[in-house]
């Protein structure tokens, strides 16, 4: 048996091993922080103030388990309500739900289409004799177990979990690979449970194969099916689109083995293989495939295990878990390296100041929105192609990275990806070019591991390059990009004449875009896509990007047709379309011949996607003037944006629920607080911005308003309360607002940013005046240059709102 340099469990009680797990996760992770440090400056361990557990209630869809900053593994729980076709949440984990049946490889952050993506390979400790097929326990009533969350730690690269029937888990993970260590009661029989075949959505294939001479486990799951579940056009994402790989070799032998295959046991066997498919309930209950080991543990109560994974072939499996771990590491020094991974990640914004609530929600935010993109690419540089092949990195390219939630992540994740870490950015724009290359120069709005899934609507990878190119990010082949990006909105696909999977997840890229081209905006009754109106708010979106980008790229020709397209918007709003109350002018679907998608209500959804008329209004970021000119004013206008914000009493109404209001659950209208800058009312930004930070957002496990969406979610706040916020796709410049904490350095390759507001607390949340290195500034946004040179912004901070600043027509964002 290997030497254990810190042995979690080792012939104690459950009591007493459970305290040896706290003091050693107690050692792993920094030491308290002192009021006198909260106050003064920034944390020197930031993962002290990230709770992973934030986000796991009320509809985040985030998991708590181990994982490094865009990795590969990320080991955490698979849930379980009592069907073994779904789970507790999307993505595996409900904080509420306190029965698991197992420890899953690969999760995606805060995704919806319940039950998410990935989830592959649950592993389960099991206290008990392997007496029938896992497959056939349909109700997850005899293979799986009840936990307390008293016994569950989770920190940044580390999670354990104390299970009822008296095993305990403690996993810590590297970027592709991972070690455990799992105890069992020393008096009852040991099992470990490969449950390959069970990925959250299901599978069309896996297999396992068991080498007891080596002590090792290996296998496979061909999987996929993103939203396949979904109502709204789910059934054409029931496909696969990877296989994972896994190899896993333990530090002892095995007592026991066996194998099954939906309802089959086969005690004594060494491979089997099965998919479930990816039906659900009945359809797919008791189907599937796996294979268990069993340990002896009268003497020795403590298995370790090591794991790699791959995304291309086993061989690349075993090779990530040698490069990235060392062979006798313990799951201290493998958690310890992730601590401090995080860390070094986590400082790149450094807050000092602010209360450890709100420290810990600004830090939990940090560390979700840098969990994504996620690699899929070996330490050789080899990673799955979107045409179903290997490939290699591109030169000069570091790594190849997926998991794009497009439609969210254009809004504020990619910006903030951007900001932090332009050379992730580079390499992940990178990778979506290579995707595109593979997939016929199509390039996808969903894209997970390497499928294309089509989910949502618009084109959101031409908002996504152009924002990295704007804001400084050159390490990719931005020419190529663009010219593909470019012909992707010019130039019509066969897809775009396709119902195949709509409304939800339309294939088409460009739906119908002789169409829209023709007529300008995207017709309600032929655009084969979730929503006209909406349809044609995104494209005009990512056109104003693309011809920003043109126009840095010296294209004046597409720079001035793009821009032109970005104007769009206009053909879909309705002057005359009412609310009934008095109110006109909204954004409305409209038909081939053009006449108006009737009947009109604001609060319907009819020809939008996943919002309403009276949220989608609002979603013209890339030119508020002249949705303000169409409303017949700014002031007009900033009295529409107090209506959408507010009760008719004046109460706010911030918290979702109201199809006519604000909802910070979904991204359509995240950006909306920030509209006041542009309107000339940048005091109201301000005043609504902190009414959200705190009382939609917070701490413990519903402390996020909704999906986080791939980090999008989280880096609204992220950007918020540093008093910033991107002001529009395709652009570098940031709008202002009240920073929540004191003083805040952006560490960014080049220069840094720093932020200082000595006043900032709860009272005082109104700018009163802004100095840029020193010198008195009167906007309410910075351009390109701030980012590209960096500098300091001095905030004045006030108890009352002061309506003279950054209010001059001439100086108001444009």
Same mark, same amino acid.
Request: proline share 6%.
């Given at each position: 048996?290997?030497?254990?340099?810190?042995?979690?469990?080792?012939?104690?009680?459950?009591?007493?091993?459970?305290?040896?797990?706290?003091?050693?996760?107690?050692?792993?992770?920094?030491?308290?922080?002192?009021?006198?440090?909260?106050?003064?400056?920034?944390?020197?361990?930031? $993962?002290?103030?990230?709770?992973?557990?934030?986000?796991?209630?009320?509809?985040?869809?985030?998991?708590?388990?181990?994982?490094?900053?865009?990795?590969?593994?990320?080991?955490?729980?698979?849930?379980?309500?009592?069907?073994?076709?779904?789970?507790?949440?999307?993505?595996?984990?409900?904080?509420?739900?306190?029965?698991?049946?197992?420890?899953?490889?690969?999760?995606?952050?805060?995704?919806?289409?319940?039950?998410?993506?990935?989830?592959?390979?649950?592993?389960?400790?099991?206290?008990?004799?392997?007496?029938?097929?896992?497959?056939?326990?349909?109700?997850?009533?005899?293979?799986?177990?009840?936990?307390?969350?008293?016994?569950?730690?989770?920190?940044?690269?580390?999670?354990?979990?104390?299970?009822?029937?008296?095993?305990?888990?403690?996993?810590?993970?590297?970027?592709?690979?991972?070690?455990?260590?799992?105890?069992?009661?020393?008096?009852?029989?040991?099992?470990?449970?490969?449950?390959?075949?069970?990925?959250?959505?299901?599978?069309?294939?896996?297999?396992?194969?068991?080498?007891?001479?080596?002590?090792?486990?290996?296998?496979?799951?061909?999987?996929?099916?993103?939203?396949?579940?979904?109502?709204?056009?789910?059934?054409?994402?029931?496909?696969?689109?990877?296989?994972?790989?896994?190899s896993a070799s333990f530090d002892r032998a095995f007592s026991t083995t066996g194998t099954w295959k939906d309802g089959t046991l086969a005690p004594g066997a060494t491979t089997g293989s099965g998919g479930e498919g990816y039906a659900t309930g009945a359809d797919r209950a008791?189907?599937?495939?796996?294979?268990?080991?069993?340990?002896?543990?009268?003497?020795?109560?403590?298995?370790?295990?090591?794991?790699?994974?791959?995304?291309?072939?086993?061989?690349?499996?075993?090779?990530?878990?040698?490069?990235?771990?060392?062979?006798?590491?313990?799951?201290?020094?493998?958690?310890?390296?992730?601590?401090?991974?995080?860390?070094?990640?986590?400082?790149?914004?450094?807050?000092?100041?602010?209360?450890?609530?709100?420290?810990?929600?600004?830090?939990?935010?940090?560390?979700?929105?840098?969990?994504?993109?996620?690699?899929?690419?070996?330490?050789?540089?080899?990673?799955?192609?979107?045409?179903?092949?290997?490939?290699?990195?591109?030169?000069?390219?570091?790594?190849?990275?997926?998991?794009?939630?497009?439609?969210?992540?254009?809004?504020?994740?990619?910006?903030?990806?951007?900001?932090?870490?332009?050379?992730?950015?580079?390499?992940?724009?990178?990778?979506?070019?290579?995707?595109?290359?593979?997939?016929?120069?199509?390039?996808?709005?969903?894209?997970?591991?390497?499928?294309?899934?089509?989910?949502?609507?618009?084109?959101?990878?031409?908002?996504?390059?152009?924002?990295?190119?704007?804001?400084?990010?050159?390490?990719?082949?931005?020419?190529?990009?663009?010219?593909?990006?470019?012909?992707?909105?010019?130039?019509?696909?066969?897809?775009?004449?396709?119902?195949?999977?709509?409304?939800?997840?339309?294939?088409?890229?460009?739906?119908?875009?002789?169409?829209?081209?023709?007529?300008?905006?995207?017709?309600?009754?032929?655009?084969?896509?979730?929503?006209?109106?909406?349809?044609?708010?995104?494209?005009?979106?990512?056109?104003?990007?693309?011809?920003?980008?043109?126009?840095?790229?010296?294209?004046?020709?597409?720079?001035?047709?793009?821009?032109?397209?970005?104007?769009?918007?206009?053909?879909?709003?309705?002057?005359?379309?009412?609310?009934?109350?008095?109110?006109?002018?909204?954004?409305?679907?409209?038909?081939?011949?053009?006449?108006?998608?009737?009947?009109?209500?604001?609060?319907?959804?009819?020809?939008?996607?996943?919002?309403?008329?009276?949220?989608? $209004?609002?979603?013209?970021?890339?030119?508020?003037?002249?949705?303000?000119?169409?409303?017949?004013?700014?002031?007009?206008?900033?009295?529409?944006?107090?209506?959408?914000?507010?009760?008719?009493?004046?109460?706010?109404?911030?918290?979702?629920?109201?199809?006519?209001?604000?909802?910070?659950?979904?991204?359509?209208?995240?950006?909306?607080?920030?509209?006041?800058?542009?309107?000339?009312?940048?005091?109201?930004?301000?005043?609504?911005?902190?009414?959200?930070?705190?009382?939609?957002?917070?701490?413990?496990?519903?402390?996020?308003?909704?999906?986080?969406?791939?980090?999008?979610?989280?880096?609204?706040?992220?950007?918020?309360?540093?008093?910033?916020?991107?002001? $529009?796709?395709?652009?570098?410049?940031?709008?202002?607002?009240?920073?929540?904490?004191?003083?805040?350095?952006?560490?960014?390759?080049?220069?840094?940013?720093?932020?200082?507001?000595?006043?900032?607390?709860?009272?005082?949340?109104?700018?009163?005046?802004?100095?840029?290195?020193?010198?008195?500034?009167?906007?309410?946004?910075?351009?390109?240059?701030?980012?590209?040179?960096?500098?300091?912004?001095?905030?004045?901070?006030?108890?009352?709102?002061?309506?003279?600043?950054?209010?001059?027509?001439?100086?108001?964002?444009?």
């Open positions: 048996m290997a030497l254990r340099s810190a042995p979690l469990v080792r012939r104690f009680g459950r009591r007493t091993a459970a305290l040896a797990l706290t003091t050693a996760l107690a050692a792993a992770l920094p030491g308290p922080v002192s009021s006198a440090a909260e106050s003064a400056d920034a944390p020197a361990h930031p $993962t002290a103030y990230v709770d992973p557990l934030i986000g796991t209630a009320n509809g985040g869809n985030t998991y708590p388990g181990a994982t490094l900053p865009y990795g590969m593994i990320a080991w955490s729980p698979t849930s379980t309500r009592g069907d073994q076709t779904s789970t507790g949440a999307a993505n595996g984990y409900e904080y509420n739900a306190t029965r698991l049946r197992g420890l899953s490889l690969t999760h995606v952050n805060g995704a919806g289409c319940n039950p998410g993506a990935a989830g592959d390979v649950p592993i389960m400790p099991f206290v008990g004799n392997v007496t029938s097929s896992p497959s056939a326990d349909t109700k997850d009533a005899v293979y799986a177990a009840n936990f307390s969350h008293a016994d569950e730690r989770a920190v940044p690269g580390r999670y354990s979990v104390g299970l009822d029937s008296g095993a305990r888990a403690d996993l810590a993970v590297s970027r592709r690979a991972g070690v455990a260590d799992f105890s069992f009661p020393a008096d009852k029989p040991a099992n470990l449970l490969f449950r390959v075949s069970n990925s959250l959505n299901g599978s069309e294939d896996a297999r396992i194969d068991i080498d007891r001479a080596n002590r090792k486990v290996t296998g496979s799951v061909l999987t996929g099916a993103f939203c396949g579940r979904r109502a709204n056009g789910g059934v054409n994402n029931r496909k696969s689109y990877y296989r994972l790989y896994f008791g189907r599937g495939s796996g294979g268990w080991v069993g340990f002896d543990t009268s003497a020795d109560n403590d298995v370790r295990m090591r794991l790699g994974i791959s995304y291309v072939s086993l061989a690349g499996a075993e090779a990530n878990l040698r490069q990235e771990i060392a062979p006798r590491a313990s799951v201290d020094e493998v958690a310890a390296a992730a601590t401090r991974t995080w860390d070094r990640e986590l400082r790149s914004v450094r807050v000092g100041g602010g209360s450890t609530d709100q420290r810990t929600a600004f830090y939990t935010a940090l560390y979700h929105s840098l969990l994504q993109p996620n690699l899929v690419s070996d330490t050789d540089g080899r990673y799955p192609g979107m045409d179903g092949e290997a490939h290699r990195v591109e030169r000069g390219q570091r790594a190849q990275y997926s998991n794009f939630s497009g439609w969210d992540q254009y809004r504020a994740q990619v910006q903030l990806l951007a900001l932090l870490k332009p050379r992730i950015a580079g390499d992940f724009a990178q990778s979506l070019h290579n995707f595109a290359r593979q997939n016929g120069d199509v390039w996808d709005r969903w894209v997970h591991i390497s499928g294309a899934t089509h989910v949502m609507t618009g084109d959101p990878s031409a908002a996504t390059l152009a924002t990295f190119y704007a804001m400084g990010v050159r390490n990719f082949d931005y020419r190529g990009a663009f010219d593909s990006l470019a012909r992707q909105a010019t130039v019509p696909h066969p897809d775009g004449l396709s119902d195949a999977g709509c409304p939800g997840q339309c294939t088409g890229q460009r739906p119908n875009l002789a169409q829209y081209l023709t007529s300008h905006y995207a017709a309600q009754d032929v655009c084969h896509c979730w929503g006209g109106a909406a349809e044609t708010l995104e494209d005009s979106v990512a056109d104003a990007a693309l011809g920003r980008w043109a126009q840095l790229l010296g294209l004046d020709e597409q720079a001035a047709a793009f821009a032109e397209r970005g104007g769009w918007w206009r053909n879909v709003f309705n002057p005359q379309a009412t609310d009934g109350a008095g109110t006109t002018g909204y954004i409305q679907a409209r038909n081939l011949d053009g006449s108006w998608v009737t009947p009109f209500s604001p609060g319907s959804d009819r020809g939008f996607a996943q919002g309403t008329s009276a949220t989608y $209004t609002w979603m013209v970021p890339q030119d508020v003037q002249g949705l303000a000119e169409a409303m017949g004013g700014r002031e007009v206008a900033a009295r529409r944006l107090d209506g959408f914000f507010h009760k008719a009493d004046g109460s706010w109404s911030v918290k979702g629920g109201d199809p006519l209001r604000y909802d910070p659950t979904n991204e359509p209208g995240i950006h909306a607080p920030w509209l006041y800058n542009a309107l000339g009312q940048p005091w109201k930004t301000q005043a609504t911005v902190r009414q959200i930070l705190d009382t939609v957002y917070g701490t413990g496990p519903a402390g996020l308003p909704g999906n986080d969406d791939l980090g999008t979610m989280s880096a609204w706040y992220v950007f918020s309360a540093l008093g910033l916020y991107p002001q $529009t796709p395709g652009s570098a410049s940031m709008l202002l607002g009240a920073p929540l904490f004191p003083h805040a350095l952006v560490d960014r390759p080049g220069r840094d940013i720093v932020i200082d507001a000595p006043a900032a607390d709860t009272a005082h949340r109104y700018v009163g005046g802004v100095r840029l290195n020193g010198r008195a500034y009167d906007r309410s946004w910075a351009d390109a240059r701030f980012l590209r040179n960096g500098g300091t912004l001095t905030f004045r901070l006030g108890e009352q709102p002061d309506t003279d600043w950054a209010t001059s027509p001439d100086g108001l964002p444009r």
